[in-house]
């Protein structure tokens, strides 16, 4: 999405401008509304060296789940590599569309650090929104694996290819263990962190963009 490289605004364009402008307000106001510290509280479960295995394990996961997502999207990229984002884009952009539509404010030269920092501190809402939706009440091996499996591929609805929406089922199912082992608070912690692990990728991302 580079804007200041071409005259006319595609569809695509419009579509991740729409986007970043409603999902920055959101995280905004969340920040505003004196309720996002009542998720921070689930870090308190990362105690003595449980910080340690968290940031091990996040990054670990990480290169696990990237991994994956690059040996199925080989394997049959037409159908793995597949976007609905290609579905608007021009032939031009159709090359590079498929991807989360909500992170494309990275992309907004100027805007791109502050987007940044406020998914960052929005990250413990986030990630405890998605594990009461995905984790919560599921015990048994069968509907753990089912729910890990929708938590990947729920990510293609924002653009994911379907290969990485796969390959996401594996932090899914990371997360599920993490919730056996310590109920909802436990799996939210280690989702942020693992969040957090993805956002620090991007920030080094930005800063090789920064001029030199």
Known sequence: MHFCQTERVTVFEVLGLAVTAVLTVNLTLNLRSGTLWRDYKALRVLKRG???WALLGGWAVLLVVVAVGLVLYNIWPKVMGFSWLVLVATPEEAPHAGGNILVKGLQIPGFAWIFLALFAAN?????????????????KPGPIALQSVKFGLIHTLVGVPIAFGLALSIAGGWFAYQYLKGGVRRSA????????????WAAIWLARLLPT
Do not use: D, Q
């Open 189 to 200: 912690a280690y989702h942020s962190i693992h969040n957090w692990t993805l956002l620090t």
């Open 123 to 139: 990250v413990p809402r986030l990630a405890m929104n998605e594990e009461l939706a995905f984790r919560k009440g599921y015990k």
């Open 50 to 52: 449980r910080w340690f």
